[in-house]
């Protein structure tokens, strides 16, 4: 899953940038109100807003700002009502793509995911049309740098995770859907800082990108990260690093 990986690893190291404009925050406050309106307001015996908060403390976001966000949720406080939605798309040399979006007006979504598509080489695909490569799994990276693989290994199987996988710089833990939040638990209790933690979308096989495809869809995937509605991006694409990083710089 190295393609998979070395983007996550590297969207969470250029992480501080996207947090100063301001995008981190807009977003997390959509998870959470979204979150709350679903699950109820209480993290207590809400797993996904529980997840949600973590996120918003790691990044330093004011305990007021989160309070607000559930509070629209809840209906305690006026505020925007965001749908959840999944697009699915093609990029350059026929990765296939899938966007998860919060929005409140989808028509305007689908128009700004169809210009960045069209700009950097994708085309938006229609419903299903490229889903049936993908599984959904709970999905954790974390870097070697910063866990022992014995301990772990006994951490993730313990909390009923499926695999640990290696995956050169980063652990690759595994987990069904329903175990992801018992496993993400037990790693953190470990005091383990996590590159990437999610119900993600992992292609079930990959395509090797190279030269300007390989450039166009790093592009492309940076620019769909960009977009205020974007709440997850996917792709079945395996490039090296050096090439996602030069085109990056």
Request: hydrophobic share 40%; glycine share 8%.
């Amino acid at each position: 899953m190295s393609g998979h990986s070395k983007w996550a690893t590297i969207k969470h190291k250029k992480g501080a940038a996207d947090a100063k404009r301001g995008k981190v925050f807009s977003r997390i406050i959509k998870e959470l109100t979204v979150a709350a309106r679903a699950g109820g307001g209480d993290a207590d015996a809400n797993p996904r807003l529980r997840t949600v908060i973590a996120d918003a403390k790691a990044v330093n976001m004011p305990a007021d700002n989160i309070k607000r966000a559930i509070r629209r949720g809840t209906g305690e406080e006026p505020g925007v009502s965001y749908e959840e939605a999944q697009y699915e798309a093609y990029g350059p040399g026929g990765a296939a793509v899938i966007m998860d979006v919060l929005t409140d007006n989808k028509n305007r979504t689908v128009g700004e995911l169809r210009h960045t598509l069209t700009k950097h080489g994708g085309t938006l695909a229609e419903a299903n049309a490229v889903a049936w490569m993908f599984s959904k799994r709970g999905y954790i990276v974390v870097e070697k740098a910063k866990a022992d693989e014995e301990t772990l290994m006994a951490a993730v199987l313990d909390a009923g995770g499926d695999d640990l996988q290696d995956d050169g710089d980063n652990w690759e833990v595994l987990t069904a859907p329903e175990a992801f939040q018992a496993v993400h638990d037990a790693v953190k209790s470990l005091g383990i800082e996590t590159a990437t933690a999610e119900i993600s979308m992992l292609p079930q096989n990959y395509i090797k990108l190279e030269g300007k495809a390989a450039q166009s869809m790093v592009r492309l995937m940076d620019a769909l990260d960009d977009l205020d509605d974007i709440r997850h991006v996917w792709s079945n694409f395996d490039i090296e690093e050096k090439e996602i990083e030069a085109s990056l710089a």
